[in-house]
């Protein structure tokens, strides 16, 4: 089967800082790298490195096209990228001494995804192949409509969170995963605990505390996260969620897939960067974790 992403794909520009910058502070990186990035494309990465056909629904600008190409080189379908007439998007992330961030997101061509593109991509995709969105891209409701119409399954991870962004597609999803807090939001929001949300499948990450996994009609599951030292944490949920989804594309029990999403997450966390470096599945079962 194939997991069809409308995912964002960003340049990050990755700084190294002594701590996080605050406001109207002035603050020396002392080192600067690129990566490949956005939640979109490092799922799609993460879930073809998890032996999945993945298609990538994305746009870039013409500056975008090396962004294009690293995907297809990672082994992602990047034949419904489009190239439109808007810059590509970016990220500035700031990275301290203890593997936190903080990210400043120009969405770009993020946001100039068509109807038609949408629709044409989605053409090709059959009953059964899952169908993921992230909230940094356009044309999220369009295309939970359409999944659902034609009978796909239906993911979103709920990052960046917005509460109206999530409650404007929740009818139309069979699997959620959001974070502690944006689940203690989205509660805020709906007055629904994650228990009571009308999705199949939910899961609410906690970090290094690892997640908790709800099936409708079913006790919550709580899977511990592996103990390593963090470098970094970005793209780590990406690279989670990716894992996840893959592993429910090929079938995998939920608790199996979300195991072998822990350890895909634990390694990432100990690499600086975000798509270039999430693990493959050799690296993922070779790994010793505690
Ligand atoms: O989750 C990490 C991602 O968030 C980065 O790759 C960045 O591009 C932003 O989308």
Request: hydrophobic share 45%.
């Amino acid at each position: 089967m194939t997991i069809w992403n409308l995912g964002s794909i960003n340049a990050d520009m990755v700084y190294a800082m002594p701590h996080l910058p605050e406001a109207g502070e002035t603050l020396a990186a002392s080192g600067l790298q690129r990566f490949l990035g956005g939640k979109g494309a490092n799922m799609s990465v993460a879930a073809a490195r998890a032996g999945s056909r993945v298609s990538h629904i994305g746009a870039v600008g013409s500056d975008g096209r090396w962004a294009r190409d690293r995907l297809t080189e990672y082994g992602v379908d990047t034949r419904h990228i489009a190239e439109v007439d808007v810059p590509t998007g970016h990220a500035i992330i700031a990275v301290d001494a203890q593997g936190e961030n903080l990210i400043v997101l120009f969405q770009g061509a993020n946001h100039a995804i068509s109807d038609d593109q949408l629709g044409q991509a989605l053409s090709s995709a059959a009953s059964g192949d899952l169908l993921v969105m992230q909230n940094e891209t356009n044309a999220q409701l369009e295309a939970a409509k359409l999944g659902r119409e034609m009978g796909l399954t239906v993911c979103y991870a709920a990052a960046p969170f917005q509460a109206e962004a999530v409650q404007a597609v929740l009818p139309y999803l069979d699997f959620l995963i959001l974070n502690e807090i944006e689940a203690e939001q989205l509660q805020q929001a709906t007055g629904l605990a994650p228990s009571d949300l009308p999705v199949e499948h939910v899961i609410v990450t906690f970090g290094s505390k690892g997640a908790r996994y709800y099936h409708q009609g079913s006790e919550p599951q709580a899977f511990q996260a592996h103990k390593v030292d963090a470098v970094d944490t970005t793209g780590a949920g990406d690279t989670f969620t990716g894992y996840v989804l893959a592993g429910m594309d090929r079938g995998m029990p939920m608790a199996q897939a979300i195991a072998q999403a822990n350890r895909a997450a634990a390694l990432m966390v100990t690499r600086h960067g975000t798509a270039d470096v999430i693990p493959d599945l050799k690296e993922v079962r070779d790994a010793q974790l505690n």
